[in-house]
């Protein structure tokens, strides 16, 4: 019941006992209750929220360990692409330089040797000890890239090798001896065709940019005769090089690949 002085009484009414018990909550103590009921209200609000919050991401874990999973995984083929664009690059860089696209594209002209300037003599007569005339050097002065030997060749398709290197690079006699022929061919471009003297063995280079030589001239072994090139039946520059004994051998029996630059 509300009193006199503006709070409340609760009487007590035992149901064994005829004695009654009263208490009395004043106004101030009414709102204290009223608060503390208000703030323990909202602190199960608050806990219950988070119990159903938490239960969530909990039920979430599963999904994304999934998640961190997969995207390890797709970290390591990251990479894994990472490395192979790398080695696509430098490969590309390789055979770019092999074809000559740095050179065209800059638009510089290479040095050209006279025809009468002999190249430094690597291989050969120093190196083997035989005669200057027969054509054991390389017929470059850079070591190129083989990209065809007679051995892959079917027979009579492809007497020769083909060593990929870039445009205008020089090329050079494999041994000293005569030009028979220096000229134009439709399936090999600018060619020059030496006989090596009494040895029995003649070189072909075909597919040139320019030639140094005419037929007649002398010519002694590593000199510079023609530059590289792609003309003639040919999809990019290289040089087609020929060791001939009557019919083409392996040119590989003679020479041996040059490395490095």
């Known amino acids: 019941m509300k009193d006199s002085e503006g709070g409340y009484t609760?009487?007590?009414?035992?149901?064994?006992?005829?004695?009654t018990r009263s208490l009395r909550l004043s106004p101030r103590g009414l709102r204290i209750a009223a608060a503390l009921a208000a703030g323990g209200g909202l602190a199960l609000a608050v806990l219950l929220g988070s119990w159903w919050y938490f239960a969530a991401q909990t039920v979430r874990i599963p999904e994304l360990e999934r998640e961190i999973a997969q995207l390890e995984a797709d970290n390591e083929k990251v990479e894994q692409l990472a490395e192979n664009l790398g080695r696509l690059q430098a490969e590309?860089?390789?055979?770019?330089?092999?074809?000559?696209?740095?050179?065209?594209?800059?638009g510089v002209t290479p040095e050209i040797l006279p025809s009468d300037e002999p190249a430094i003599a690597e291989e050969g007569t120093a190196r083997t000890g035989l005669s200057p005339e027969i054509p054991t050097s390389w017929p470059l002065a850079t070591a190129g890239f083989v990209t065809q030997v007679l051995e892959q060749a079917q027979v009579g398709t492809h007497p020769g090798i083909d060593i990929?290197?870039?445009?205008?690079?020089?090329v050079r006699a494999a041994g000293a001896g005569v030009v028979s022929e220096a000229g134009f061919d439709s399936i090999?471009?600018?060619?020059?065709?030496?006989?090596?003297?009494?040895?029995?063995?003649s070189t072909m280079y075909g597919h040139a940019s320019r030639l140094f030589v005419a037929p007649g001239d002398a010519i002694r072994q590593n000199e510079v005769?023609?530059?590289?090139?792609?003309?003639?039946?040919?999809?990019?520059?290289?040089?087609?090089?020929?060791?001939?004994?009557?019919?083409?051998?392996?040119?590989?029996?003679?020479?041996?690949?040059?490395?490095?630059?």
Do not use: W
């Not at 609760?10 to 004695?19: A, H």
């Not at 590309?92 to 800059?106: E, H, P, Q, T």
């Not at 471009?189 to 009494?198: P, Q």
């Open 10 to 19: 609760i009487v007590l009414v035992p149901s064994d006992t005829q004695r």
């Open 164 to 170: 990929a290197v870039a445009q205008h690079s020089y």
């Open 188 to 201: 090999y471009g600018f060619y020059v065709l030496l006989e090596h003297g009494n040895t029995g063995y």
């Open 225 to 261: 005769i023609a530059l590289s090139g792609n003309t003639g039946r040919s999809t990019a520059p290289h040089l087609h090089f020929e060791i001939l004994q009557g019919v083409p051998i392996d040119p590989f029996t003679l020479v041996q690949q040059r490395t490095g630059t």
């Open 92 to 106: 590309y860089a390789k055979i770019r330089g092999m074809l000559g696209a740095d050179v065209l594209a800059s």
